[in-house]
């Protein structure tokens, strides 16, 4: 297993994991070793999130996705540099990853995330159909630096009419016609 | 207010509104009338999901994004034309208005949808800042027609080991210290 300290474990641990230089052009080439394979693709993301801080290009959050073993897709998180408050680091590598897989199903694709994802990621990751979460820090420790969620966990958790954000219905009637004519043309 | 009862409600409100064509090149351009304004926003909505079904693009949901009474942009659900799991018509929207405006966020925006928002889509517009939703079909409309996020919502509400998904944490001493960094940089 390597030893990686510093923010350039990303870059050792391309070094030493990487068989197939050149696979998947863009992505992370890397076959784990056997043991410490988990801890392996974890300290990839771990080392997005040390990069991304270290050039100040977003907050601290890296996510890699692995498909039998191999990474398909990576990203730390980039809301500031894309101007897109959606590009969270699962969001932005469940993207790459669809786009490299040229599916939007990732069944059989395990995350491996640095911190626990945020509502609107894990979400995602449900509709991506991913198979399972690894997570480093927590949702309380994001919060320590300040990325607090629990304000969308609760409000998630409110019925409309008790949530701070105003929801307003208007024209069901005219709307429910596109659902019956989308189960007609099944 | 226009008449608008079938697939060409789209074309047709825009016939009606656009008083400054090309003003916003790829999205709406669209005045509202004082009365019905916001049913007028609604429309183009529900037109973004019936003209999305009608061309077997996707799913029948739509939104516009809407600031200072103008339609900065809009969007029908693209998971199947983008492979891409997050492109549901709340989020495809938002990434939209923020590149249209240059910013991560949307405060001062409202968003009008066609269905009310699935959980991710809900996070996003939290995270994006949007003042206030206008929806019409609702949940249950979308669980009845084959989209059910009710499963989502209640995954969100479970504890991590109840959940049906699988949670591991992994190296959370190695992650905390991109956590600290973030502070000391602040």
């Given at each position: 297993m390597c030893e990686c300290a510093d923010a350039l474990r990303l870059k050792k641990?391309?070094?030493?994991?990487?068989?197939?230089?050149g696979k998947l052009p863009g992505f992370f080439n890397f076959e784990p070793m056997e043991n410490g394979m988990h801890e392996n693709f974890m300290r990839m993301a771990i080392a997005l999130a040390e990069s991304n801080i270290e050039q100040r290009l977003g907050g601290p959050f890296g996510a890699v996705i692995v498909k039998d073993g191999e990474v398909v897709a990576s990203s730390a998180n980039k809301v500031v540099p894309e101007n897109d408050p959606t590009a969270h680091a699962e969001i932005s590598a469940i993207r790459l990853a669809c786009k490299a897989l040229g599916t939007y199903n990732l069944s059989g694709c395990d995350i491996y995330t640095s911190c626990e994802p945020c509502p609107t990621c894990l979400g995602a990751i449900y509709w991506a159909h991913i198979d399972k979460i690894y997570y480093a820090n927590t949702k309380a420790d994001a919060a320590?630096?300040?990325f607090d969620d629990h304000f969308i966990y609760d409000e998630m958790a409110c019925s409309m009419d008790e949530r701070k954000l105003p929801f307003v219905q208007l024209l069901r009637d005219e709307a429910l016609p596109a659902f019956k004519r989308w189960q007609e043309i099944g």
């Amino acid at each position: 297993m390597c030893e990686c300290a510093d923010a350039l474990r990303l870059k050792k641990l391309n070094m030493c994991n990487n068989k197939n230089p050149g696979k998947l052009p863009g992505f992370f080439n890397f076959e784990p070793m056997e043991n410490g394979m988990h801890e392996n693709f974890m300290r990839m993301a771990i080392a997005l999130a040390e990069s991304n801080i270290e050039q100040r290009l977003g907050g601290p959050f890296g996510a890699v996705i692995v498909k039998d073993g191999e990474v398909v897709a990576s990203s730390a998180n980039k809301v500031v540099p894309e101007n897109d408050p959606t590009a969270h680091a699962e969001i932005s590598a469940i993207r790459l990853a669809c786009k490299a897989l040229g599916t939007y199903n990732l069944s059989g694709c395990d995350i491996y995330t640095s911190c626990e994802p945020c509502p609107t990621c894990l979400g995602a990751i449900y509709w991506a159909h991913i198979d399972k979460i690894y997570y480093a820090n927590t949702k309380a420790d994001a919060a320590d630096i300040g990325f607090d969620d629990h304000f969308i966990y609760d409000e998630m958790a409110c019925s409309m009419d008790e949530r701070k954000l105003p929801f307003v219905q208007l024209l069901r009637d005219e709307a429910l016609p596109a659902f019956k004519r989308w189960q007609e043309i099944g």
